[in-house]
């Protein structure tokens, strides 16, 4: 996936490269590279890759199915208001199970991930006084 300027990659495990921001991660000793990370579009950007990859590894674990290696990539864009116009976001997995496992392992993610089912649903942000 080609990355706007407002695009993140988070990648862990086998999968982990490049530099930027290096967070510890439960299911990874060496922890995720999230990159860039220096302005507020990327952010949500990275709260959703983070979440998948996240997500990944638990359901990887659930299934019975090896992973080494996990990397998202998100995007978006912004209308003039600086409203979103939607996420995308693309998993490579490095695991030795069958294309039909794979197949299945990421579309649990899809379904349970939680980032993204909040921000596809939607909801108010208020600043308390």
């Known amino acids: 996936m080609d990355l706007t300027p407002f695009g993140v990659r988070a990648s862990a495990g086998s999968l982990r490269v490049g530099d930027g921001v ?18 507020g579009a990327q952010l949500l950007h990275l709260a959703i890759a983070m ?14 199915l090896p992973l080494d ?3 998202v990539e998100a995007d978006g864009g912004f209308d003039e ?13 490095d695991s030795s ?3 039909e496992d794979r197949a299945r392992l990421l579309a649990a993610v899809d379904d349970v991930a939680e980032i993204p089912k909040a921000f596809r649903k939607g909801g108010p942000v208020t600043r308390v006084h």
């Open 51 to 64: 979440c998948v990859l996240n997500d990944t590894y638990r359901e990887a674990k659930r299934l019975g």
């Open 97 to 99: 199970a069958s294309a």
């Open 81 to 93: 208001q600086w409203t979103s116009t939607g996420v995308t976001y693309s998993v490579t997995i």
């Open 69 to 71: 290696g996990v990397t």
């Open 22 to 39: 290096v967070l510890p991660h439960a299911w990874s000793d060496s922890g995720v590279v999230a990159a860039p990370v220096s302005n």
